[in-house]
Structures are given as C-alpha cells and as structure tokens.
Antibody
Framework: QVQLQESGPGLVKPSETLSLTCTVS??????????WSWIRQPPGKGLEWIGY???????NYNPSLKSRVTISVDTSKNQLSLKLSSVTAADTAVYFC?????????????????????WGQGTLVIVSS | QSVLTQPPSASGTPGQRVTISCSGS????????VYWYHQLPGTAPKLLIY???QRPSGVPDRFSGSKSGTSVSLAISGLRSEDEADYYC???????????FGGGTKLTVL
C-alpha cells in the first residue's frame, strides 16, 4: 500500500530555513493521478494546509505562507520536499505530507481541495534557539 | 479562529449515536465537497468521509456524512471506545484560495 514518510531536522533556529523531505513508497510521485501536499499541526492545535505540488512542478500555496514556502518534487528519488524560510516559534508544529487526488474539468486540472489520503506519520519540528 | 466552525467537544456512551457539526459559508462548504478526518492521539489524521458522504473502503458504515447548505454533519452510530479521537472537517475555500479545516472536535466516549 502507499506509504509516506517525513524526515528532517527536529530543531531549527529562529530566522533559519526549515527543510523536510517526504519519501513515497507504493506509488510514484509522477503517476499523474495525484498531487502531493504538506500540512502542519502546532502542538495541541488544529490543522493548517501548507501547499500542493504536481509532479510537473506546478504548485499551489497557502496565501498566508506563500512568501516563505517552497515545495518541490524529485521524481528520481520519489520524494517531495518542503522549505519554509525565516521561521519563528509560530512555525513549531508536526509537519505531515499527504497525497491528494487530481481532478480535471474541461477548463483545467487541480487538486481536489481537502481530500488527503494517505498521510505520513508526521515529524515534529521545534523552532528554538 | 478557524474558517469552519466545529464544536470543541462531543461525548456519548457506548452504543449511542453522536453527531458532530461543521459550519461554513457559501465560499467553502456551500460550493465544494467536504471531507472528514479522525485523529487518534499521537497519530496522523485518517480520511473518514470524502465528498460529503462517501466512505473509503475499510471505514465502517457506522460513520456517515451529510450536507445541507453551508453545514455538514458527521454521524457516528453504535459508539465504541476506539472512536474516541479528534475529528476534523475540511474543504476548499473559493475566496481564500486555500484548503480550510475546522478547529476540530474532541470526541469522548464515556
């Protein structure tokens, strides 16, 4: 079955860049039928969508994070990556990657908003000096 | 506060039926599909309901979703102790141009 596994530093200093990788197994990030996404959850709080990426490199970011976020995909390694710059304590969270179905209308193709399945187990990133 | 409004808590006894509501607006729930997730402590969210009322394979038919206007509900019948978890609704918001989640509802099985 499809499995996603996040990895990366668990501690990042304020003002630095958070970098995480999500390794996908059981599916190909370039299969074409899915987008891939990052979502985060501050400790004890709710979920916040960060963004989507399609294997072609097309991205869609949360406007509130757009100026600091870069999501990329490495099809040769079957991975997606997240970079979040200029982090503060407010960026402390568990970061999840997830798969999202791709829909196509007569006009365009897009990720079906809100549909994430499956999810990785998540990785906690603490922003602290 | 969250764009989608959920009650912070809900409870029921084993065997009971409970419902969790999620309210939004015309730019989100009113015009897009809604999804439900449940999250056990220390684990990742898991898809429970997709496209308002569809169950993924493996999800018991004790779980059902419904939608009316700008609100949706998740119903859990035959409540079991293992249903104790946090439940989140999610959808796309056409005005905000992003995925929005409810604040989550903590379900306690008494």
């Amino acid at each position: 079955q499809v499995q996603l596994q996040e990895s990366g530093p668990g501690l990042v200093k304020p003002s630095e860049t958070l970098s995480l990788t999500c390794t996908v197994s059981g599916d190909s990030v370039s299969s074409g039928s899915y987008y891939w996404s990052w979502i985060r959850q501050p400790p004890g709080k709710g979920l916040e969508w960060i963004g989507y990426i399609y294997y072609s490199g097309s991205t869609n970011y949360n406007p509130s994070l757009k100026s600091r976020v870069t999501i990329s995909v490495d099809t040769s390694k079957n991975q997606l990556s997240l970079k979040l710059s200029s982090v503060t304590a407010a960026d402390t969270a568990v970061y999840f990657c997830a798969r999202a179905p791709r829909l196509c209308s007569s006009a365009s193709c897009y990720a079906e908003g809100g549909w994430f399945d499956p999810w990785g187990q998540g990785t906690l990133v603490i922003v602290s000096s | 506060q969250s764009v989608l409004t959920q009650p912070p808590s809900a409870s029921g006894t084993p065997g009971q039926r409970v419902t969790i509501s999620c309210s939004g607006s015309s730019s989100n729930i009113g015009s897009n599909y809604v999804y439900w997730y449940h999250q056990l402590p220390g684990t990742a969210p898991k898809l429970l309901i997709y496209r308002n009322n569809q169950r993924p394979s493996g999800v018991p038919d004790r779980f059902s979703g419904s939608k009316s206007g700008t609100s949706v509900s998740l119903a859990i019948s035959g409540l079991r102790s293992e249903d104790e978890a946090d439940y989140y609704c999610a959808t796309w918001d056409d005005n905000l141009n992003r995925v929005v989640f409810g604040g989550g509802t903590k379900l306690t099985v008494l």
